[in-house]
């Protein structure tokens, strides 16, 4: 991995996995909370996606 890989790890990614853990172990109802929140996530990305159009086959993924 790169640089730019360990940073991402560091700040996005540990973060997010400490906020669903403390999330699902403060939630009483069986983590229904947390699981909500981690489909919210991915519904959002995926959106995201289609909008850079990264699903799109041989095409530039970067907008610079």
Do not use: C, E
Request: proline fraction near 3%.
């Amino acid at each position: 991995m790169n640089a730019a890989a360990y940073i991402f790890w560091i700040i996005f990614v540990i973060p997010l996995i400490a906020f669903l853990v403390w999330l699902v172990r403060q939630d009483k109802s069986k983590g229904k909370i947390g699981l909500a929140v981690v489909i919210g996530l991915v519904i959002m990305v995926v959106i995201y996606m289609y909008y850079k159009h990264m699903f799109a086959p041989y095409t530039k993924v970067y907008d610079f």
